[in-house]
């Protein structure tokens, strides 16, 4: 992402620092393993789980995608 055409209207900065974000995050997260991805720092903390792992009773969202967030 330049500065060529930054956007300065409401709905552009915001697309633009979403695609930040998300471009960043990309960066950190690929190559992590299930192990690294899951990790928690403390019990009980939120984190990403598994749907089947999580122990609220309703994990994000309904739907058939293998995650979801819960808390333990």
């Given amino acids: 992402m ?3 055409g930054a956007r300065t209207d409401r709905p552009g900065l915001l697309l633009d620092q979403f695609d930040q974000a998300r471009e ?3 960066v ?3 190559g992590l393993g299930d192990e ?3 990790w928690e720092p403390v019990p009980g ?6 749907r089947e792992e999580a122990v609220t009773p309703r994990a994000f969202r309904p739907g058939g995608g ?3 967030v819960g808390l333990r």
């Fill in 36 to 38: 690294e991805y899951l």
């Fill in 2 to 4: 330049g500065t060529d």
């Fill in 24 to 26: 960043t995050a990309e």
């Fill in 28 to 30: 950190r997260l690929t």
């Fill in 66 to 68: 293998r995650m979801g």
């Fill in 45 to 50: 903390c939120w984190s990403i789980r598994r």
